[in-house]
């Protein structure tokens, strides 16, 4: 049971290029989170779902785009990537909103 | 708005003593408290929630978290910290819009 799973674990960007960050779990969960962790500001998230098909925006979403075409699979798109992009992001999934999260081990981005 | 603070950035305690890591809330209505911990290089772990019933809630690894309505605090304790222990530790809020709010984390530093 691998849980929460997020690739890559490291990425280094140029200024104005594009990728993805992986995420995919294996526990069935229906809900399923982005978050970007900086220092001394906690996590803040980016984007959420709450099953296929279905997106919805958190509390800090310019640059960024999700889908979620199957229950397992969250990928977190960056478009023209930016400096204020550095960070370190986690994809979470839950059961529920009350229930507890289930993290993947974070992608560390470094935009230059 | 829903808002959940941490005073202390770190808080130091020697290995076998009582610690206790602050948390306050501000909700609107009967809240949603959890708590979780991050060690070095790694995804957010739960360790407990309060939902409802009793204001002492017993967690992951000794931790407790005891509920306070009327001073609003969700502090996390345990009774004899360890080495281990040392990481960083957030606390958490569930919104109106059912999401999380989390904190901007408290180290935690136990001394041998």
């Known amino acids: 049971n691998a849980g929460v799973t997020q690739t890559p674990k490291f990425r280094i960007l140029k200024i104005g290029q594009s990728m993805t960050l992986q995420c995919t779990q294996d526990m069935n969960h229906n809900y399923m989170y982005w978050y970007r962790q900086d220092p001394g500001m906690g996590l803040k998230l980016i984007y959420y779902s709450v099953g296929a098909g279905i997106t919805d925006k958190g509390e800090v979403p310019n640059g960024y785009n999700v889908s979620r075409s199957t229950t397992e699979d969250f990928p977190l798109r960056l478009e023209l990537a930016a400096p204020s992009q550095t960070s370190v992001y986690f994809c979470?999934?839950?059961?529920?909103?009350?229930?507890?999260?289930?993290f993947g081990e974070g992608s560390r981005l470094t935009v230059l | 708005a829903q808002s959940v603070a941490q005073p202390e950035d770190q808080v130091n305690v020697a290995e076998g003593n009582p610690l206790t890591v602050k948390c306050t809330y501000s909700?609107?209505?009967?809240?949603?408290l959890f708590w979780y911990v991050q060690y070095p290089n790694r995804g957010l772990q739960f360790l407990l929630k309060?939902?409802?019933?009793?204001?002492l809630v017993k967690g992951s690894y000794g931790f407790e978290a005891e509920f306070n309505k009327s001073q609003t605090s969700f502090h996390l304790k345990k009774p004899s910290a360890l080495v281990s222990d040392s990481a960083l530790y957030f606390c958490a809020v569930r919104d109106d819009t059912d999401k999380l709010i989390f904190g901007t984390g408290t180290r935690l530093q136990v001394f041998p």
């Open positions: 979470a999934s839950s059961l529920g909103f009350s229930g507890e999260l289930f």
């Open positions: 309060y939902i409802t019933g009793d204001n």
């Open positions: 909700v609107s209505g009967n809240p949603y």
